[in-house]
């Protein structure tokens, strides 16, 4: 079983950062891919950017340039930086966690961006 604790969510001004973070525990498991999706109201939820153990990192087109997702191995950490914060990014984000077979997800963090 694997726990995923996020914190930095938060309001902020358009133009603004915040830092994400999500940490991973648990025992016996190795990391295969982690990384954020969102959800705002009423819309799907979307990948916002992952990294793939080995094969590096991917992020949606919507975001590129603007965020930056890194991960602290030793800490079983990661993290998404957010920089020029739009309006469009406010949603609720969440930590994705996949372990061949399984799939986990953190509870969620609000975003709000106010212009």
């Known amino acids: 079983q694997v726990q995923l604790v996020e914190s930095g969510g938060g309001l902020v001004q358009a133009g603004g950062s915040l830092r994400l973070s999500c940490a991973a525990s648990g025992s016996g498991f190795s990391i295969n891919a982690m990384g954020w999706y969102r959800q705002a109201p009423g819309k799907q939820r979307e990948l916002v950017a992952t990294i793939i153990t080995g094969a590096g990192t991917n992020y949606a087109d919507s975001v590129k340039g603007r965020f930056t997702i890194s991960k602290d191995n030793a800490k079983n950490t990661v993290y998404l930086q957010m920089d020029s914060l739009k309006p469009e990014d406010t949603a609720v984000y969440y930590c994705?966690?996949?372990?061949?077979?399984?799939?986990?997800w953190g509870q969620g963090t609000q975003v709000t961006v106010s212009s």
């Open positions: 994705n966690l996949y372990t061949w077979p399984y799939n986990y």
